[in-house]
């Protein structure tokens, strides 16, 4: 059953992503379910199956069915895709891909999904601290650092809002909850000179903005909020560790 799912989803990835060029999808866009490049994109899907399932033609009847709803439902994505849509009718798209795949490896080998996993300790454990250290310390953070926010960043025109404003639209948050889950994903691993090689790739893009800046203020600021920022993802990371290997193994 897996060595199937792997097939049919590699067939997916070289047909939808490694053998599609811009070209095909340029047009595709233009024609919609009349252009010939959809037709050839379905034809290496067709090749990619073929060679991946080895030819064995007893999985006839899944390719048929995977290249039908193929077509179909890159034909709607074409459709009703728009400027403003393009991004959740890609995920839309890709779903639907993968459902189509799960419905055929379960018509030849039909398994069952237990969902009992879920409820279990360590799961509920790992998302609690996974949205703890993301979303919760986000917060924290700010909370904590509000005293120091008026010092950084005046309301007059210093070189250090300049910066600031020439930020992408909510790209610190972001990449403060990436930081800390990272981190966290380290500690799991027990793969601390990750942490080290992380630390020492944001000095590296930070070091531009602040020597620009010359804001001692805003080192400060930043070395608080990283330190803080790690800290408590190192702290989470620990917690789950201790509490996976001792309170709730028992």
């Keep these: 059953m897996l060595t199937l799912a ?6 997916h990835i070289v047909g939808d992503f490694v053998l599609q060029p811009t070209k095909w999808v340029n047009h595709k866009i233009k024609y919609g379910y ?26 006839i009847i899944g390719i048929s069915a995977i ?19 393009s991004s959740q009718l890609f ?14 490896v379960y018509a030849y080998h039909p398994f069952v999904i237990d969902l009992d996993f879920i409820y279990k300790s360590e799961l509920l454990l790992l998302v609690t601290l996974a949205f703890f250290v993301t979303y ?20 007059n025109k210093s070189k250090s809002s300049t910066i600031k404003n020439t930020s992408l639209a909510g790209a610190g948050k972001i990449i403060g909850m990436l930081e800390r889950l ?3 994903g380290f500690i799991l691993l027990n793969a601390w000179s990750a942490i080290g090689f992380l630390i020492a790739a944001k ?12 804001n001692r203020q ?29 309170i709730l193994s028992t």
């Design 218 to 246: 805003l080192t400060e600021y930043v070395l608080i909020g990283t330190l803080l920022s790690f800290g408590i993802a190192i702290a989470a990371g620990l917690l789950y560790n201790y509490l996976t290997k001792g």
């Design 182 to 184: 990272f981190v966290f």
């Design 91 to 104: 995920v839309a798209d890709q779903l639907a891909h993968l459902a189509v795949i799960c419905s055929v």
């Design 6 to 11: 792997i097939k049919l989803i590699l067939a």
């Design 34 to 59: 009349k252009s010939k490049y959809l037709f050839a994109h379905i034809a290496v899907h067709l090749a990619a199956l073929l060679i991946v399932l080895q030819f064995n033609l007893k999985y």
């Design 67 to 85: 290249l039908i709803t193929h077509y179909i439902i890159d034909a709607l994505k074409i459709k009703f895709t728009t400027k403003k849509n």
């Design 136 to 155: 919760v310390t986000g917060i924290l953070m700010r909370l904590f650092l509000k005293p120091w926010q008026d010092a950084i960043d005046p309301q």
């Design 203 to 214: 000095s590296v893009f930070r070091f531009g903005d602040l020597t620009e800046g010359k």
